[in-house]
């Protein structure tokens, strides 16, 4: 019996160790369908179960091991940094790369913090609460061998339109003003990239880099089932309340 050969073949079919990469949370924005709760804070700091939101992402972040995380801060920022910090006391790296007197946009913040992510990195939404599988969403970029990836969720709900073509693996189309047919599939909300995608951005949303990406054939799929909660909106608010009256968080 060839055990050498055997044990050969079992490594090859392990999954890639992946270290953990840093994570971009995208917490410029006006927030502006919160008013009046955001007129004198910004979104991260608005209250959800007692503790504002940015206090529970951190925590879901550090439990999945993802502890270097940039803040990509714009409107009332400077508020954030004054209740957050360097992260220490929720167990993060926390730093900060500011907008600006003007708004960058998505994919503008992005390439501003460009330094402080390095090569390779993940990107969450300001308002997402995404408890899923991290590294997994890591391996499968890293493995994809592009230069983008976005985690997609089969849209049965219909609340909302699809906006993504998804198919083995890959994203065929990204297009949130208009639909296409082969759409049965929305942006789930958290994405991983690769710096070179930003040399040549401009101050932008990122969907638009995203749709980009797509067309060329450059942008990896990752499906996700786990339902996404959010703060975006008021009914986004109150329905992430009841998730953690409900379930306790895990620390």
């Known amino acids: 019996m060839n055990t050498e050969g055997n ?11 992946i270290d953990p990469l840093p994570v971009a949370i995208l917490a410029g924005g006006l927030a502006t369908r919160l008013r009046p709760i955001t007129q004198t804070i910004p979104k991260a700091l608005v209250p959800v179960a007692s503790e504002p939101f940015l206090a529970h992402q951190l925590r879901l ?15 009332l ?8 910090g360097d992260g220490r006391q929720h167990d993060v ?8 007197p003007q708004l960058r946009g998505t994919a503008g913040a992005l390439r501003q913090a460009l330094p402080l992510l390095g090569k390779s990195f993940l990107v969450l939404y300001g308002d997402s609460y995404l408890d899923i599988d991290y590294s997994a ?4 970029f890293v493995e994809s061998n592009t230069v983008a990836l976005m985690t997609v969720m089969e849209n049965s709900h219909g609340t909302e339109p ?24 929305i942006d789930y909300g958290l994405s ?35 339902p996404y909660y959010e703060i975006g909106s008021p009914s986004g608010l109150m329905a992430l309340e009841r998730y953690f009256h409900q379930q306790k968080p895990r620390l």
């Open 7 to 17: 044990l050969a073949r079992n490594v090859s079919k392990m999954s890639t160790v």
């Open 61 to 75: 972040l550090a439990r999945h091991r993802l502890r270097d995380i940039v803040l990509c801060v714009g409107y």
């Open 77 to 84: 920022g400077s508020q954030i940094e004054a209740v957050f």
């Open 93 to 100: 790296r926390l730093r900060y790369s500011y907008d600006g």
């Open 137 to 140: 969403v890591s391996r499968a």
């Open 162 to 185: 699809s906006n993504v073509w998804f198919n083995d693996r890959r994203i065929l189309a990204y297009n949130k003003k208009k639909p296409e047919p082969q759409m049965n599939h």
């Open 192 to 226: 991983a990239f690769r710096a070179e995608c930003f040399a040549d951005c401009e101050d932008s949303d990122l969907s638009d880099l995203q749709s980009a990406l797509a067309m060329k054939g450059a942008l990896a799929g990752f499906e996700v089932t786990t």
